[in-house]
């Protein structure tokens, strides 16, 4: 949407002043109790009260009142540092909207001082659809070379070279999934393998749904994509084709770029509106976190345009919570899978969205699987978008903690379900040259379904 179609919805640029005191009846919401100082990554691993919840709003407050310049590193530096994971929401008693001041606290820091290249590179590149095209075919390409799995074994690990061993590590990581490869016994799959059955009864319609392509995911996750649609037909769902949309706007917001992300919304609301779908799926728990608050991402705009994002808001759903039933079953009896999982809520999922029990109800509907969690797996793994080569200290620690974590429950496979946290555990993994893989629980469903003849070759 350009300016002036922002303009004429009410949504014209505001002064740094305005943004965050339009905020204060949020801002206010804060009681300083000292809930989330445990919930917080970087306070647990900083020890500073600058890098709270609490003292980010205090820090927020300040400049909405003026005593604080926005430019200054005493508020640049802090907001620059969190995580954005909402761990604090879950914990907070007085519901204080922090991911949402969050973002409108980055869009004034980005206002007074401009990001780190790196991270400005990259929000470009993820808004021209023909400069993403290109890099992420390149991306995918060097992928195939097994190059940068190479590197993240060879690379030595000197602060210098941590962010691009890193990146390297990260493209590794988004490989596809090989079932066959976990566990490291053939037996053992062998034993897993089940005889051809008769076909699968297709289950009842269920409704029309649109899923979201997204821009990462549909680049470097295509695969996660294509098993979305596979699963959603096998049980029951049309899924319809959502000509027109485009990036969810999750990462623009979360640097700062709201306008951008407006943008970008806009264009996703006029898209799914025209298909009169019953529920907008997303597979990636950031864009289907920042999906739901698009309401508040485009409030103050005219009653039409708050309506339409209202409307779109309300019917955003992960795509576990459409395949599981209410029953807590899943329609489709797949194939047998003998292998240890090991799940690890994405932070916008459990913390963003409030989906915890339907992926692992999901998981643990699937013949031979054996479901373990991930000690701690409520704390963010340090991926938070490019975090972890931004801040490749702070979010080297943070995902360091993550991995070894997921180590220790003895898995053959990690299953999250946000490419950005497949990528950062994944890379963490790699870097270790640890066996375990990481997959999205939809794709070890799809696999499910596949060894138990539940598509019978027609999706």
Same mark, same amino acid.
């Given at each position: 949407?350009?300016?002036?179609?922002?303009?004429?919805a009410?949504?014209?640029?505001?002064?740094?002043?305005?943004m965050? +005191?339009? $905020?204060?009846?949020?801002?206010?919401?804060?009681?300083?109790?000292?809930?989330?100082?445990?919930?917080?990554?970087?306070?647990?691993?900083?020890?500073?009260?600058?890098?709270?919840?609490?003292g980010?709003?205090?820090?927020?407050?300040?400049?909405?009142?003026?005593?604080?310049d926005?430019?200054?590193?005493?508020f640049?530096?802090?907001?620059?540092?969190?995580?954005?994971c909402r761990?604090?929401?879950?914990?907070?008693?007085?519901g204080?909207?922090?991911?949402?001041?969050?973002?409108?606290?980055?869009?004034?820091?980005?206002?007074?001082?401009?990001?780190?290249?790196?991270?400005?590179?990259?929000?470009?590149? =993820?808004?021209?659809?023909?400069?993403?095209? =290109?890099?992420?075919?390149?991306?995918?390409?060097?992928?195939?070379?097994?190059i940068?799995?190479?590197?993240?074994?060879?690379?030595?690990? #000197?602060?210098?070279?941590r962010?691009p061993?890193?990146a390297?590590?990260?493209?590794?990581?988004?490989?596809?999934?090989?079932a066959?490869a976990?566990?490291?016994?053939?037996?053992?799959?062998?034993?897993?393998?089940? &005889?051809?059955?008769?076909?699968?009864?297709? $289950?009842?319609?269920?409704?029309?749904?649109?899923?979201?392509? !997204?821009?990462?995911?549909?680049?470097?996750f295509?695969?996660?994509? +294509? +098993?979305?649609?596979?699963v959603?037909?096998?049980?029951?769902? &049309?899924?319809?084709?959502v000509?027109?949309q485009?990036c969810?706007?999750?990462?623009?917001?979360?640097?700062? $770029?709201?306008?951008?992300?407006? &943008?970008?919304?806009?264009?996703?609301?006029?898209?799914? $509106?025209?298909?009169?779908?019953? #529920?907008?799926?997303?597979?990636?728990?950031?864009?289907?976190?920042?999906?739901?608050?698009?309401?508040?991402?485009?409030e103050?705009?005219?009653?039409?345009?708050?309506?339409?994002a209202?409307?779109?808001?309300?019917?955003?759903?992960d795509?576990?919570?459409?395949?599981?039933?209410?029953?807590?079953?899943?329609?489709?009896?797949?194939?047998?899978?003998?292998?240890?999982?090991?799940?690890?809520?994405?932070?916008?999922?459990?913390?963003?969205?409030?989906?915890?029990?339907?992926?692992?109800?999901?998981?643990?509907? =699937?013949?031979?699987?054996?479901?373990?969690?991930?000690?701690?797996?409520?704390?963010?793994?340090?991926?938070?978008?490019?975090y972890? =080569?931004?801040?490749?200290?702070?979010? !080297?620690?943070?995902?360091?903690?993550k991995?070894?974590?997921?180590?220790?429950?003895?898995?053959?496979?990690?299953?999250?379900?946000?490419?950005?946290? +497949?990528?950062q555990?994944?890379?963490?993994?790699?870097?270790?040259?640890?066996?375990?893989?990481?997959?999205?629980?939809?794709?070890?469903?799809?696999?499910?379904?596949?060894?138990?003849?539940?598509?019978?070759?027609?999706?």
């Open positions: 949407m350009r300016a002036s179609t922002l303009e004429s009410g949504l014209e640029d505001r002064t740094l002043a305005a965050l +005191a339009a $905020q204060d009846n949020r801002l206010s919401n804060c009681v300083h109790c000292g809930f989330c100082l445990p919930a917080c990554p970087t306070y647990v691993r900083l020890g500073d009260e600058a890098d709270s919840p609490r980010r709003l205090h820090l927020m407050r300040a400049v909405a009142e003026g005593r604080l926005p430019g200054a590193d005493a640049q530096v802090h907001i620059d540092q969190c995580l954005g761990a604090c929401e879950t914990v907070c008693p007085s204080v909207e922090y991911g949402f001041l969050l973002e409108c606290a980055r869009e004034v820091a980005s206002e007074a001082r401009r990001s780190p290249l790196v991270a400005r590179a990259f929000l470009t590149m =993820i808004r021209n659809p023909l400069l993403l095209s =290109i890099c992420m075919g390149l991306s995918r390409a060097l992928r195939w070379t097994r940068p799995s190479l590197l993240a074994w060879k690379v030595p690990s #000197w602060r210098w070279l962010s061993r890193l390297m590590a990260m493209l590794a990581a988004s490989s596809p999934w090989k066959s976990n566990g490291g016994s053939p037996r053992r799959w062998e034993a897993g393998k089940r &005889e051809p059955r008769a076909p699968h009864q297709r $289950q009842r319609h269920q409704g029309r749904v649109g899923v979201l392509s !997204g821009c990462v995911q549909q680049h470097l295509s695969r996660v994509n +294509a +098993a979305t649609i596979r959603l037909k096998a049980t029951g769902w &049309e899924v319809v084709t000509t027109d485009g969810c706007g999750a990462l623009h917001a979360h640097g700062g $770029q709201l306008q951008r992300s407006r &943008e970008m919304a806009h264009r996703n609301i006029r898209a799914f $509106q025209a298909t009169e779908v019953d #529920w907008i799926v997303a597979n990636a728990a950031g864009c289907g976190a920042t999906m739901r608050e698009y309401h508040h991402l485009l103050g705009a005219d009653s039409q345009t708050t309506d339409d209202r409307w779109f808001s309300e019917r955003v759903r795509v576990s919570e459409v395949i599981v039933t209410p029953e807590g079953d899943v329609c489709g009896e797949g194939g047998v899978l003998p292998i240890r999982v090991a799940y690890d809520p994405p932070c916008h999922l459990l913390h963003g969205q409030r989906v915890e029990v339907p992926p692992l109800r999901l998981l643990r509907s =699937i013949p031979g699987v054996e479901v373990v969690p991930v000690p701690s797996g409520e704390e963010c793994c340090g991926g938070a978008g490019i972890g =080569i931004t801040h490749p200290d702070l979010g !080297g620690r943070i995902g360091e903690d991995v070894n974590a997921v180590l220790s429950t003895g898995a053959d496979v990690l299953a999250t379900g946000n490419p950005g946290c +497949a990528m555990i994944g890379a963490g993994l790699r870097m270790l040259r640890s066996r375990v893989q990481v997959a999205h629980p939809i794709e070890v469903l799809d696999e499910s379904f596949q060894r138990g003849g539940v598509y019978d070759g027609r999706y």
